[in-house]
């Protein structure tokens, strides 16, 4: 098992653009996690899935920022316009239908906007 | 408010020598909590959770509700010990994580 896959791993873009990130889960994890890494707030919670529904997106930051999860085997985060602010790591993870359950993290995606 | 805090954004010490990374949350609740390791060009992986009282590559954590911590200790640091350490609190029995904001633990030779 590749574990969580996410593309691209690299993104640079310019300002005002749009970014779409992806994520692949482990098979069979009913959870699917997005994160957003920076050197000032650290790894935050932006909005996670369960079974392909949205359950708590409270740490997305604003509304140029959105999420679907179509399917259970893949997800997307869609930032429109980018912002230098938005520079940083995103992760994904995923993790199965049970409580207090280990999170398993995708390499994820550096994004940087000029 | 659910919160986690890891007071030290960087611990430096030298090789065998003890480590504590310090973990504080709020919580209200009976809280669970776990230690997540980010070793340099790896994944953000779980290393040790307060549930299973288990001790993973020499660490432990101890969970005091009294003083509301978590600390991840080590007595004899290796230079292999070297990552990101983020100290997580699942409140909600849904396996949403809260992080702290992580300290950088290097260990010197």
């Known amino acids: 098992d590749a574990g969580v896959i996410q593309s691209p791993r690299h993104e640079v873009t310019e300002m005002g653009q749009e970014v779409t990130l992806r994520c692949k889960p482990i098979s069979g994890h009913d959870y699917l996690f997005w994160y957003r890494q920076t050197m000032m707030r650290g790894l935050e919670l932006l909005i996670y899935?369960?079974?392909?529904?949205?359950?708590?997106d409270s740490g997305m930051p604003e509304d140029r920022f959105s999420a679907k999860m179509p399917n259970a085997s893949f997800s997307t985060l869609k930032i429109q316009p980018s912002e230098p602010r938005d520079s940083a790591v995103y992760f994904c993870?995923?993790?199965?239908?049970?409580?207090?359950?280990?999170?398993?993290f995708g390499p994820g995606t550096r994004l940087t906007v000029l | 408010a659910q919160r986690v805090t890891q007071p030290e954004k960087l611990l430096s010490v030298f090789k065998g020598a003890p480590v504590e990374l310090k973990c504080n949350y709020s919580y209200s609740g009976s809280p669970e909590l776990f230690w997540y390791v980010q070793y340099s060009r790896q994944r953000l992986q779980l290393l040790l959770r307060h549930i299973s009282r288990e001790s993973i590559k020499g660490f432990t954590a101890d969970l005091n509700k009294g003083e509301t911590s978590f600390h991840l200790k080590k007595p004899f640091a290796q230079e292999e010990d070297s990552a990101m350490y983020y100290c997580?609190?699942?409140?909600?029995?849904?396996?949403?994580?809260?992080f702290g904001a992580g300290t950088r633990l290097a260990v010197h030779p």
């Open positions: 899935f369960n079974n392909n529904v949205p359950i708590d």
């Open positions: 993870a995923s993790s199965p239908q049970v409580t207090y359950n280990e999170q398993f």
């Open positions: 997580a609190l699942n409140a909600g029995g849904y396996n949403k994580l809260i």
